[in-house]
């Protein structure tokens, strides 16, 4: 909790252009101590840096929107989800395209929905060679694929 602090201020200090970077892993820090208040406050300091002329760029946006969308309310984390989605594809991120399909994925219960996008994102990882990710998306798809199958035999 201590090196939260001191990462910004020497990012700050030193010109870097860590800041937002920084800001999205005090987010997910805050958020896993349940110190909700204090990880939106974060993600949302990590977008609005991501946003700033001087700094912007595709990367960090993205992660500063997927760092806020468990933060905000379904309809709002979608919008982000949906914006980081664009930017990846846009700037070819494959990795990021990925990330944001799994992490829409695990805010739906929609089983169809989240079959297709573990699968994109299983596509997205393979891409990138993400070989942990992959096997990742392969293991939350195949329970869901097997439930699938027997709620489609049953009816």
């Known amino acids: 909790r201590e090196s939260l602090p001191r990462a910004l201020?020497?990012?700050r200090m030193g010109g870097l252009r860590m800041e937002t970077l920084v800001r999205v892993y005090q987010s997910r820090f805050e958020r896993e101590q349940g110190r909700l208040p204090a990880a939106l406050a974060a993600a949302e300091a990590a977008l609005e840096r991501?946003?700033?002329p001087r700094f912007a760029n595709p990367w960090d946006e993205i992660l500063a929107r997927r760092a806020l969308a468990p933060l905000v309310s379904q309809e709002?984390?979608?919008a982000h989800?949906?914006?980081a989605r664009l930017l990846a594809e846009s700037t070819g991120n494959v990795l990021q395209m990925g990330l944001v399909y799994l992490q829409?994925?695990?805010r739906h219960g929609n089983p169809e929905e989240v079959m297709r996008e573990l699968?994109?994102?299983e596509r997205a990882f393979t891409s990138a060679r993400a070989t942990h990710l992959q096997l990742l998306a392969q293991s939350l798809r195949g329970p869901l694929s097997r439930q699938h199958e027997d709620?489609?035999?049953s009816a």
Do not use: F, S, T, Y
């Open 119 to 121: 699968e994109i994102a």
């Open 9 to 11: 201020e020497a990012a």
């Open 104 to 106: 829409h994925a695990e």
């Open 151 to 153: 709620v489609k035999q």
């Open 50 to 52: 991501a946003l700033d």
């Open 76 to 78: 709002e984390g979608d």
């Open 81 to 83: 989800l949906r914006h």
